[in-house]
């Protein structure tokens, strides 16, 4: 089991960036499959980025391709989002989340979720 919490979030304007941060503790981390996902009011909970375990292989949403950047750093147990270009259509509560990697753009395939954290991009 692990236990995830995110930080970073913010109000930023359009054309501006942030980078977002996850903690991880527990046992299972190293072997975990990490991504991020959003959700906007009303929305679906959507795939935003992920990463494999040794960090070489990375997966984005068409939507942020280019823009978005997903790192990890297993002695420091930690995940990042690096988040440059933002638009108004990015504002949503970001979530971090662990899982086994088998389909790892499904909200479903991740038991391990972190509280998430608001970026906010105003026009």
């Known amino acids: 089991q692990v236990q995830l919490a995110e930080s970073g979030g913010g109000l930023v304007q359009a054309g501006g960036s942030l980078r977002l941060s996850c903690i991880a503790s527990g046992s299972t981390f190293r072997r975990s499959f990490m991504g991020w996902f959003r959700q906007a009011p009303g929305k679906e909970r959507e795939f935003v980025a992920a990463?494999?375990?040794?960090?070489?292989?990375?997966s984005y949403a068409d939507s942020v391709k280019g823009r978005f950047t997903i790192s990890r750093d297993n002695a420091k147990n930690t995940m990042s989002l690096q988040m440059n270009s933002l638009k108004p259509e990015d504002t949503a509560v970001y979530f971090c989340?662990?899982?086994?990697?088998?389909?790892?753009?499904?909200?479903?395939?991740?038991?391990?979720w972190g509280p998430g954290t608001q970026v906010t991009i105003s026009s």
């Open positions: 990463i494999n375990w040794s960090g070489s292989t990375t």
């Open positions: 989340a662990s899982g086994a990697g088998i389909n790892f753009k499904m909200v479903s395939e991740y038991p391990y």
